[in-house]
């Protein structure tokens, strides 16, 4: 059976469709089934995989709705190696007619269990916000992946955000786990990276990543040509970090 991984933290910018994408890509290389599940209104996951947001007709918009099931929805992706539930600016409707819906929060998770059967991995990334989008996200996984520049308001940004994972164990999802914390946009001249790294590592002990992903500007090239950077640069510093975090993922999974 399938594992479901939401990649989420209510703060933006800390990488985490990046994340999504290429460790989608990195998993697909490395011989695994995988479904990248777009839950952004932005749709920036959808793009980064080649796939114009504006042109598709059905999204995880209709999964969330009721509208259609995740066979009408997926679009396969054989040049990347995977599939994707793509997403787009159709969501913030969802998000509004799902606050009147019964079992609003159990949508995405009803619609992606036959998914389990089919896929070794359902990436699902999330909103930089605590939505009913991101909510559903939550109650669908087995566990989170947590994305976090190691800045100044990091530590209390992962705070917040382990409350809320709490809560959503003990109203929703209580098999809900900590799948890893992982450190990107890494600049070792920084002596603040090192410190906040230094910090996380002592508070969660365990949880963090070995594999750091580091600032590449091969990474920050390649979702404007529509591409993981494993196939826009496979040789790139962006490209192995990845490669490398997919490897740790499918271990760590083993040894449990």
Same mark, same amino acid.
């Given at each position: 059976?399938?594992?479901?991984?939401?990649?989420?933290?209510?703060?933006?910018?800390?990488?985490?469709?990046?994340?999504?994408?290429?460790?989608?890509?990195?998993?697909?290389?490395?011989?695994?089934?995988?479904?990248?599940?777009?839950?952004?209104?932005?749709?920036?996951?959808? /793009?980064?995989?080649?796939?114009?947001? @504006?042109?598709?007709?059905?999204? %995880?918009? %209709?999964?969330?709705?009721?509208?259609?099931? @995740?066979?009408?929805?997926?679009?396969?992706?054989?040049?990347?190696?995977?599939?994707?539930?793509?997403?787009?600016?159709?969501?913030?409707?969802?998000?509004?007619?799902? /606050?009147?819906?019964?079992?609003?929060?159990?949508?995405?998770?009803? @619609?992606? @269990?036959?998914?389990?059967?089919?896929?070794?991995?359902?990436?699902?990334?999330?909103?930089?916000?605590?939505?009913?989008?991101?909510?559903? =996200?939550?109650?669908?996984?087995?566990?989170?992946?947590?994305?976090?520049?190691?800045?100044?308001?990091?530590?209390?940004?992962?705070?917040?955000?382990?409350?809320?994972?709490?809560?959503?164990?003990?109203?929703?999802?209580?098999?809900?786990?900590?799948?890893?914390?992982?450190?990107?946009?890494?600049?070792?001249?920084?002596?603040?990276?090192?410190?906040?790294?230094?910090?996380?590592? =002592?508070?969660?002990?365990?949880?963090?990543?070995?594999?750091?992903?580091?600032?590449?500007?091969?990474?920050?090239?390649?979702?404007?040509?529509?591409?993981?950077?494993?196939?826009?640069?496979?040789?790139?510093?962006? %490209?192995? =970090?990845?490669?490398?975090?997919?490897?740790?993922?499918?271990?760590?999974?083993?040894?449990?």
């Amino acid at each position: 059976m399938g594992k479901i991984v939401a990649i989420a933290n209510q703060k933006g910018g800390v990488g985490k469709t990046t994340t999504s994408i290429n460790l989608a890509a990195s998993l697909a290389a490395t011989r695994h089934s995988v479904l990248l599940v777009d839950v952004d209104p932005q749709g920036n996951a959808t /793009m980064g995989c080649g796939v114009d947001k @504006a042109q598709v007709e059905s999204t %995880s918009c %209709s999964l969330l709705l009721g509208e259609a099931d @995740a066979d009408a929805v997926i679009r396969n992706l054989p040049e990347l190696g995977f599939d994707v539930i793509p997403g787009n600016s159709d969501l913030t409707a969802a998000e509004v007619e799902l /606050m009147q819906a019964m079992q609003r929060e159990k949508r995405l998770a009803m @619609a992606l @269990a036959a998914c389990r059967e089919r896929y070794e991995y359902v990436l699902i990334d999330c909103p930089p916000s605590l939505n009913m989008l991101t909510l559903n =996200a939550l109650v669908a996984a087995d566990s989170v992946l947590i994305p976090m520049q190691c800045e100044y308001f990091a530590l209390e940004g992962l705070s917040a955000l382990m409350d809320t994972l709490k809560k959503v164990r003990q109203w929703v999802n209580p098999g809900l786990g900590v799948e890893g914390l992982l450190r990107t946009m890494y600049d070792v001249r920084s002596r603040l990276a090192r410190e906040v790294s230094d910090q996380l590592l =002592a508070h969660f002990p365990g949880q963090v990543f070995r594999t750091v992903i580091p600032r590449n500007i091969r990474l920050a090239e390649a979702p404007s040509h529509g591409l993981p950077v494993v196939h826009y640069d496979k040789s790139s510093r962006g %490209s192995q =970090a990845y490669l490398a975090l997919a490897s740790e993922i499918v271990r760590r999974n083993e040894q449990r």
